[in-house]
């Protein structure tokens, strides 16, 4: 475990963006890393060197199987913009989410379709990824929770949420934890009508999941809510038209007291609410999700009396039928929130410095699609993927797939490089996650004590 | 049994509120001991070690037996939110259990090294006069390894990330790593790991107190 091979410092302890004299999490030294990174995982120091795509395999497209792409990032280097590594995993899973251990060591790597996980040494060469382990019997292990969704680093151990169930593949499903050495711990069922477990708000427990984020210092784990593996495995034209599959998409977030695992409250968000970013600011008590078929920005917050509540604070395009968001990335300093679009292909930006009132103060085309935005933590540098999921995602000509990179200047987004994943052969590509040989403490604040 | 279920509860309780304060860093109320479960993350892994008398000890007899908090620092880090850290909150509860008679007989702490040639038995016994400021109290064991072979298999059985910096000169200290706690139950098995952001003394305590009424239960069984 001692080993000499980096360049900078690799301590994992904490970081209290209070004491760095800047806004939140801008500390001095230029640490960066993604904005939407788990708080326990250890961050990047100065700039990211790579960008890691969990990408679909296309059949009749390269070799056909979903791989991890790690795309060159770094500055000057003879190889940015390029790819300069793609390791292929057995066939194609429905890649779609990745997450890293807390130590920065492995990156998970999950399969919804057929709930595969796959593990990769990104610590020994994080220029190229190497798979070490599979879990291929999650369903069985996990008592039947089915489609994880990608993993989140908590201390030792990875939190996976999950979209759906073995037994009727529908929105019922499970948060699952694993150790950083791939071994099962336990499975927490989503709150239930008639399993609510005690949480306020039982009338609206509808049992399903999505995504699953901490805020440390309030012990406040909130989940979000989708749809199950019945759906997300359709044509997507196919489930529009049908009413009876678009009444199974999730309507609920839950907050959860995190040390416990007990569900506490059940939020109502209809429309499927996706991606959570808490704020980072140390007194920022919130988070914003955008719900997919709602197209709307919604907020969790504690008010006056330190309760949590939820509510919907702004239209994300007005445009009749939505415009599905699907990412969001807030930057670091909580002001600015990046709202990918997959209907018409726009990413919107707000601004949230009053979270209670976002507004809309840009938008760019970025292609005929878009799904994923990954934000640099100097805010300065956002990438940008294509793909929502297999069967979901454009046909024909609308169905380009890539990873496009902007900068930033806080008016607009100027592309830096512009990688075809078709034309690569390399597939839909998806979750983008920063590597680096260049490691630091985790984002938990703690002050000096 | 139901007088010991009331001291242990009550107890947390008391503790909770004056020894542990809530504040900004730890903005909630910890949780009632026994209102929750604690599920087994795998086993404590084994090996030698050498106590600070430079006698030889199986980490097995430091982890069974007693509700062990097992901590991996080394004294040469100067980074205040790692390794001074997590020796000060078990500093904390250490104080803590010479108030509480259940704590000093059921809990015992153990601090490793992993920083072999620096930390010997020697300085260890050094350091630890320094720390533990209760004299009574659980036991608080201070334990190092014969060499860094010896102390690797350790290491990998916890998933304990140490790395050198490049710079042995660094101001933090010569040695980067995750902040790792194991609470470990009775029959050494680890049932959380703590980190910044969760080493919270009264969440750690409630944890302790949590694998004491299980145990009460099922002896009661």
């Known amino acids: 475990m001692f080993v000499d091979q980096r360049a900078e410092a690799y301590e994992f302890n ?63 280097s003879p190889t940015y913009g390029k790819v300069v590594s793609s390791v292929s995993v057995e066939g194609r899973n429905e890649a779609h989410h990745a997450g890293f251990t807390d130590d920065r060591r492995q990156l998970w790597c999950a399969g919804l379709e057929n709930s595969r996980v796959f593990i990769f040494d990104v610590h020994t060469d994080p220029s190229k990824p190497k798979l070490t382990k599979t879990i291929d019997n999650f369903a069985e292990t996990t008592g039947g929770a089915v489609g994880p969704h990608g993993a989140y680093a908590l201390p030792g151990r990875v939190l996976i949420p999950c979209l759906s169930n073995a037994k009727d593949k529908g929105g019922r499903t499970a948060l699952v934890e694993y150790s950083n050495d791939g071994n099962y711990i336990m499975t927490h069922w989503l709150p239930t009508k008639d399993d609510a477990r005690g949480a306020a708000g039982a009338q609206f427990a509808d049992g399903y999941g999505y995504d699953a984020r901490v805020l440390p210092r309030k012990n406040a784990l909130l989940t979000s809510s989708f749809t199950g593996w019945n759906n997300y495995t359709m044509d997507f034209g196919k489930m529009t038209s049908d009413p009876e599959a678009m009444k199974h998409f999730g309507q ?21 609410p996706l991606e959570i970013r808490w704020a980072w600011g140390d007194q920022h008590n919130y988070a914003f999700t955008a719900t997919a078929l709602g197209s709307k920005l919604w907020l969790v917050y504690a008010d006056d009396h330190g309760d949590w509540q939820a509510k919907d604070v702004a239209p994300i395009g007005e445009v009749k039928g939505g415009v599905l968001p699907v990412d969001i990335s807030l930057s670091a300093d909580d002001k600015t929130l990046f709202v990918d679009c997959f209907g018409d292909g726009k990413c919107r930006v707000f601004d949230v410095s009053d979270p209670q009132h976002p507004k809309q103060i840009y938008e760019k085309q970025i292609g005929k699609q878009v799904n994923m935005v990954s934000q640099s933590w ?13 069967r979901w995602d454009k046909k024909g000509a609308d169905n380009e797939q890539f990873l496009r990179a902007y900068g930033w200047d806080g008016k607009e987004l100027k592309p830096t490089f512009d990688l075809d994943f078709t034309a690569l052969k390399l597939g839909r590509a ?19 004590r | 049994m139901l007088r010991i279920l009331f ?11 004056a020894d542990f304060a809530r504040d900004s860093d730890y903005d909630y109320d910890p949780p009632l001991p026994g209102s929750y479960t604690l599920p087994v993350v795998k086993l404590a892994a084994d090996g030698t070690l050498l106590d600070t008398d430079n006698k030889a000890v199986n980490l097995r007899d430091l982890t069974h037996g007693r509700i062990t908090l097992l901590s991996f620092i080394y004294t040469r880090c100067a980074a205040p939110k790692a390794c001074p850290y997590a020796t000060g909150v078990l500093g904390q509860l250490h104080d803590f259990s010479a108030k509480d008679v259940a704590l000093a ?28 400021e209760a004299k009574s109290g659980c036991e608080w064991r201070f334990v190092t390894a014969k060499s860094r072979a010896s102390l690797e298999p350790i290491l990998a059985g916890y ?8 710079n042995p000169s660094d101001p933090q200290g010569p040695l980067y790593h995750v902040l790792r706690v194991f609470l470990i139950d009775r029959a050494g098995r680890i049932r959380n790991i703590y980190s910044s952001g969760t080493l919270d003394p009264r969440l750690v305590l409630a944890d302790v107190k949590t694998l004491l009424l299980e145990e009460s239960k099922i002896s009661k069984q």
């Open chain 1, 14 to 76: 904490c970081f209290n963006p209070a004491s760095s004299g800047g806004p939140a999490g801008n500390e001095a030294g230029g640490a960066a890393d993604e904005t939407c990174s788990s708080p326990y995982l250890a961050r990047i120091e100065g700039q990211e060197e790579f960008v890691y795509v969990w990408t679909l395999g296309v059949e009749g497209l390269g070799d056909g199987a979903d791989k991890l792409v790690s795309v060159d990032v770094k500055p000057g």
């Open chain 1, 252 to 272: 609920t977030m839950v907050m959860w007291d995190f040390h416990t695992r007990q569900p506490k409250k059940v939020f109502q968000v209809p429309g499927a």
């Open chain 1, 378 to 390: 100097d805010g300065k540098r956002l990438y940008f993927t294509s793909s929502l999921l297999a």
């Open chain 1, 430 to 448: 998806h979750h983008m996650l920063f590597g680096s040989t260049k490691l630091g403490p985790n984002r938990t604040t703690i002050a000096s």
């Open chain 2, 7 to 17: 001291l242990i509860l009550s107890s947390a309780c008391l503790s909770s509120a």
């Open chain 2, 105 to 132: 007989k059921n809990m015992r702490l153990v601090s490793i090294s992993f920083d072999p040639e620096y930390d010997t038995p020697q300085h260890l016994a050094a350091y630890s006069e320094n720390v533990r």
């Open chain 2, 159 to 166: 998933n304990q990330a140490v790395d050198k910096r490049p």
